[in-house]
């Protein structure tokens, strides 16, 4: 079916301010993006459990659990990074929609996918969290050897060895978690989202 058969409903359907006011909060993507190492997930799993404690509907979006779902059929060329970006900027789009506080756990590992992620999601409503130590730490930490094999040629296109990393111009949060605690970073970041996202009630 041709793009001109299509017809979107959006229109006619509930707003995203609806949605809001029924459970009482404002939603935001918060993007934390980073290398393979860097804690990423672990900031994100432990914001989700905070969020969730203090009342606030949440979903968590990881990298590894996307590639093997939505995602699966995506390698890691720079083409199919684009596009793993692309999918789930949209997929964060639709629970932003529905009024859910959206945690994404991503490397994204240029700026340009990262502009692409939020031109998509709405520049106001996008929240990014650069999780930032060192290239040695996040090897340190590696618990599943890629660092290792990357070095060794056995893993071609790995973020930080082989193909780029570019940090972020303008973070909402730039964390250092190799001189901060879990819940040091986690304090920083609620300072920061609990204003953004807190309903009228």
Not at 112 to 119: D, L, W
Request: aromatic share 6%.
């Amino acid at each position: 079916m041709h793009k001109e058969h299509i017809y979107p409903i959006f229109d006619k359907t509930l707003t995203r301010e609806d949605r809001e006011k029924l459970i009482n909060q404002k939603s935001k993507v918060v993007w934390f993006t980073g290398l393979s190492g860097s804690g990423k997930s672990t900031l994100a799993s432990a914001l989700e459990k905070v969020l969730y404690e203090k009342g606030f509907l949440c979903k968590l979006l990881d990298g590894d659990n996307i590639r093997t779902g939505i995602n699966n059929n995506l390698g890691f060329s720079e083409e199919d990074r684009v596009e793993n970006i692309r999918r789930i900027a949209e997929v964060c789009k639709l629970f932003l929609n529905c009024g859910v506080i959206t945690l994404a756990a991503f490397i994204s590992p240029t700026n340009e996918i990262r502009k692409q992620a939020m031109s998509i999601i709405g520049e106001e409503n996008f929240i990014e969290i650069f999780v930032n130590p060192p290239l040695e730490v996040c090897e340190n930490r590696d618990t599943k050897g890629l660092y290792a094999k990357a070095r060794k040629g056995e893993i071609k296109d790995f973020t930080g060895i082989s193909s780029p990393f570019e940090a972020p111009e303008n973070p909402a949060l730039d964390l250092d978690t190799s001189n901060c605690t879990v819940v040091e970073s986690i304090e920083k970041i609620m300072a920061l989202l609990e204003p953004e996202i807190k309903g009228n009630c």
